[in-house]
Structures are given as structure tokens and as C-alpha cells.
């Protein structure tokens, strides 16, 4: 356990310093990874209780926009206007929570698919408060540099697993197994499914807002398609899924997957086209014949060789005497 904690520390601290090293084109990869490695364990811990989200991208909307009005109402830097960003992703979630009640499934996932539609067309309904669908600017003067946003990128996406990676260790990671398995169950031995929902969600959505409070200064500019977009929602659905939905290092591999593949098939294709096309296949193809992730198809086939040797050492012991 210690030996663990110690390799992911280690780990943890080259990946912050990494930008530092890196050639500056980097940092556009650093970027996109981290924001999507933060999406991605926000989305599989909602996931991890049962609550498949299909609009994701409210949260991630919500921080962009709290950054970006503190930095331009306020005059708040680019660090103290993430806090902002993560307590209204908090608070949102949290009040989904008690809305949707016990709500799950397929109608907890509309329920997010609706709230992300509705937020952005009251973004864009309110172009004094938010620039509506003309969209607004960042104030310049308050924007670091791009190698210090990458770097906070890297560090929140280490928070983030390494928060993930506590939580798996604790009472709340069984209780939000028992409530995806069977509430009721989990309710009768003494699981409080609301507290649990509102605790789990509030988390996610924290998670999901810094990320979208990051990318905001990267980016530099905002409107209400950028911020709600169902894109960021599909990323943050097939990040998991594709590394291995329900598992601690399947969200953080599939979203290196995830970019990865998209890079490739840009860079190898050219066309946008085509390699949209092609990078689409892949993912579909990946995820039939991976059901349970790159995560899980790992340890399939790591079970099926242990059990392998092992029939094997038998064999062999039993045909020994003759």
C-alpha cells in the first residue's frame, strides 16, 4: 500500500513539472488531457453510484462561466477565481441531487441532458450577464501564461485522481457500489441514498466545474455552444468507458486513449473528415470489443494467465511420478 501511494506520488510530481520540461506544443496536449482526465473521474464517480450523467457539460459550463465573471466582474486571478468555479459546481449538483430525488437510469440522465440545454439557453438569453450568443473575452491582462495553466491543469488532474484513489478506499466507495447495485438493498441496511447522492454528485460536479474553470483561461473566450456543449458531455461518458467504467485507472487511461486516438487519426489522415470518421470507428469498434474497458480487458486477460500457468504447474506436478 505504501509502495503504491509512494509510486503515485512520484508519478503525481512529473506529470506537474512535466510543462516545465516540455517544448511549449505540449502544453496543448498537457491541457486537453488534464481537462479531460477531470471530467472523466468526475463522470465515472457520479457512474460509480449509479448515476449515469448525459449532461455533464452544465457543470462544466457553470465553472467556465463562474471564472470567467469573477475574473471580469472582479478583477479575480486566474487561482482564485477556480474556487468560485468549484463551489457553484458543488452547489448546482447538489441541488440536482435533491430535484431528481430518486430518480436513476435512463430518467436521471435526461433529467442532466435537460439541465445542460436549459442552462445554455438561459445563456444566451442574458447577454448582460454572460455576452449571450455573441460570447465574451477574458480579460487579458489577468491571463498567465499558457506553460503556468498547464501546470495547474496537470496539478488539479493529480488532485482529482488522487481523490478518486481515497474514496476507493473508504466506506462512501461501497456504499455508492451497494446504491448502483440495488438501492433498496442499500437502503435497508441503513444506506441514507439521498445524503449519498447529494454527497457523490456535489464532488462530480466540483470536479467537473474546475476543469471547465481551467480551460476557460487557456481558451480565453466563451460562449454559451462552447460551454454547454454536448461534446464535452459524449468525451466525458466515453473517457471511462473506453479505459473502463467503475474502475479506479480506467477514466485517467481512457482519457489519454481518448486524446491519443484523436491526434493520430488527425495527424496520420489530415482531412477532418476522414479522420473524424475513422477516429469514430475505432472508439466503436474499442468499445465492442472491449465492454469492460482497456482497464478490464487488461485484467481478464492477466486472470486468464495466472489461471493458465497455474493449470499448467499441475499438469506438470501430476505427471511428475510417472
Not at 435526461?110 to 447577454?127: D, F, G, N, Q
Not at 465574451?136 to 506553460?147: E, G, K, N, W, Y
Not at 496520420?268 to 470507428?281: A, C, D, F, I, N
Request: with cysteine.
Amino acid at each position: 500500500m505504501k509502495a503504491r501511494i509512494a509510486i503515485f506520488l512520484v508519478l503525481g510530481v512529473a506529470v506537474i513539472l512535466l510543462p516545465l520540461i516540455a517544448p511549449p506544443v505540449m502544453n496543448n496536449m498537457i491541457l486537453r488531457v488534464g481537462s479531460l482526465v477531470m471530467l472523466a473521474i468526475s463522470w465515472n464517480l457520479a457512474a460509480n453510484a449509479g448515476l449515469i450523467s448525459l449532461g455533464h457539460s452544465a457543470f462544466w459550463g457553470l465553472g467556465s462561466y463562474a471564472a470567467l465573471l469573477v475574473a471580469n466582474k472582479l478583477g479575480w486571478p486566474f487561482f482564485a477565481s477556480l474556487i468560485p468555479a468549484m463551489i457553484v459546481g458543488a452547489i448546482s449538483a447538489a441541488a440536482i441531487a435533491v430535484i431528481t430525488g430518486r430518480l436513476k437510469g435512463i430518467f436521471f440522465a435526461i433529467s442532466m441532458l435537460a439541465l445542460s440545454e436549459c442552462l445554455r439557453v438561459i445563456a444566451v438569453m442574458t447577454p448582460g450577464f454572460t455576452g449571450g450568443g455573441a460570447g465574451v473575452f477574458i480579460d487579458q491582462a489577468l491571463r498567465p501564461s499558457t506553460q503556468t495553466v498547464a501546470m495547474v491543469t496537470a496539478f488539479c488532474a493529480v488532485a482529482c485522481g488522487f481523490i478518486a484513489y481515497w474514496i476507493s478506499l473508504t466506506p462512501f466507495h461501497y456504499a455508492c457500489r451497494a446504491m448502483r447495485n440495488n438501492e433498496s438493498a442499500a437502503e435497508m441496511l441503513g444506506i441514507n441514498p439521498l445524503r449519498f447522492r447529494i454527497a457523490v454528485l456535489s464532488l462530480s460536479g466540483a470536479m467537473a466545474s474546475l476543469a471547465g474553470g481551467v480551460n476557460i483561461w487557456y481558451s480565453g473566450f466563451l460562449d454559451p455552444m462552447i460551454g454547454f456543449d454536448l461534446h464535452v458531455t459524449i468525451l466525458a461518458q466515453i473517457a471511462p468507458i473506453l479505459g473502463g467504467i467503475h474502475t479506479l485507472a480506467g477514466p485517467i487511461i481512457g482519457a489519454f486513449a481518448t486524446i491519443g486516438l484523436s491526434e493520430a487519426t488527425r495527424i496520420l489522415l489530415g482531412e477532418q473528415g476522414v479522420s473524424l470518421l475513422v477516429y469514430g470507428l475505432i472508439l466503436v469498434f474499442s468499445i465492442l470489443y472491449m465492454p469492460k474497458g482497456i482497464v478490464g480487458t487488461w485484467n481478464t486477460w492477466v486472470q486468464y494467465r495466472s489461471r493458465g500457468a497455474a493449470s499448467a504447474k499441475v499438469g506438470t506436478t501430476k505427471a511428475a511420478p510417472l
